[in-house]
């Protein structure tokens, strides 16, 4: 059974910086798949923040509400999702979660596009 392991997160000033990761265990097989973030702000329903296709160049893709402060990233070798936050905002306090589409590199932005799923991970942000 394929498990997505998130790491990093915590709690942070505004203005302040956190990262994630995610990889999956054992690591994912294929060579096409996606890989996602997500975001359950209390209150609101789980959202899409970002995600990267496991092909090609440029295509990643950063939600409107937080480009220009967040970062998605692949390490394609480790098969691991990063995501650098910038300047945080008390309003991206959420559980984050790391999402997997296998065998496909067209990814989408819903929930139900994704077949895997971490646990969720903390991000808490201080105003």
């Known amino acids: 059974q394929v498990r997505l392991e998130e790491s990093g997160g915590g709690s942070v000033q505004a203005g302040g910086s956190l990262g994630l990761s995610c990889a999956a265990s054992?690591?994912?097989?294929?060579?096409?798949?996606?890989l996602g973030w997500f975001r359950e702000r209390p209150g609101k329903e789980r959202e899409v923040v970002a995600y990267?296709?496991?092909?090609?160049?440029?295509?990643?893709w950063v939600s409107d509400s937080v480009r220009g402060r967040f970062a998605i990233s692949l390490d394609k070798a480790k098969k691991t999702i990063y995501l650098k936050m910038n300047n945080l905002k008390s309003e991206d306090t959420a559980m984050y979660y790391c999402?997997?589409?296998?065998?496909?590199?067209?990814?989408?932005?819903?929930?139900?596009?994704?077949?895997?799923w971490g646990q969720g991970i903390q991000v808490t942000v201080s105003s």
């Open positions: 999402a997997a589409d296998l065998d496909t590199v067209v990814c989408g932005r819903r929930t139900h596009d994704y077949s895997l």
């Open positions: 054992p690591p994912i097989n294929d060579d096409n798949y996606c």
């Open positions: 990267s296709p496991s092909v090609g160049e440029g295509r990643s």
